[in-house]
């Protein structure tokens, strides 16, 4: 049985964007019956565009699913006081080192999910079960000089719906990320035996579960310093 201590931190690593989803979803019922045509058939071939046309246009605009999450990251690194940063490079680089170890270990297993499977786990996803802030704080840490791929690629997710991943090269393959920093899920999940790398698979998500306390407990810091840049009077 799952503890609580596990089942909180994953409700933490689903974002806080639901809230903004709703709102939006219920400004779009609440609109005339004129402007939104349910009829799912209408939304090709002419016509007035049907309602999921509108729900998806709505919800590229607000900040939900994985780009909700990136935003939030984003925060979270940029908002660290000094000696905070350099405590999560530091655990960061921890998490880096197990993932290389893995990689290593599991060679057998990501050939068969490269020749075998050919990255079918990649494909009708839904990103935001597989990726969430911890795992963007840390890519946004240890491959800083993707950040600008990411947000491009964030402009075209739907959220709610399956699709492929987004972070797929040309919309096919392989992972525009570095092999080492990469989501937690991405690396810890095989569809093939995992008896010979157990151990190597438990020791990267502990370190995963190390950075998700560090990023609570950090939190009042972080909404501390936000309270007195608001009245003017910088972080402490």
Known sequence: ???AYFL???QERAGGWRAE???????????????????????????????????ASVLRKVPVGIKADFEKAERIVAGLRPVDRVKLCRICDEIQAAEADLLKQAEHNMDRCIEACQGLCCRNIQLEAIIGVWDLVYILTVAKAYR?????????????????CIFLENGVGPCLLPATARAEVCLTTFCSRTDAID???RAVKRKFYKLGWFIATRRPLLAYDRLRRWLGKGPR
């Not at 400004?27 to 049907?50: H, M, Y």
């Not at 600008?148 to 699709?163: N, Q, V």
């Open 21 to 55: 989803a709703l709102k939006s979803l219920l400004a779009i019922w609440r609109r005339p019956c004129n402007s939104v045509v349910l009829s799912p058939c209408q939304e090709k071939g002419g016509g007035q565009p049907g309602a999921a046309y509108h729900v």
């Open 148 to 164: 600008d791929r990411m947000a491009a690629c964030l402009e075209k997710e739907i959220p709610f719906y399956a699709a492929d």
């Open 1 to 3: 049985m799952e503890s």
């Open 199 to 201: 151990r190597e698979i």
């Open 8 to 10: 909180w931190f994953r």
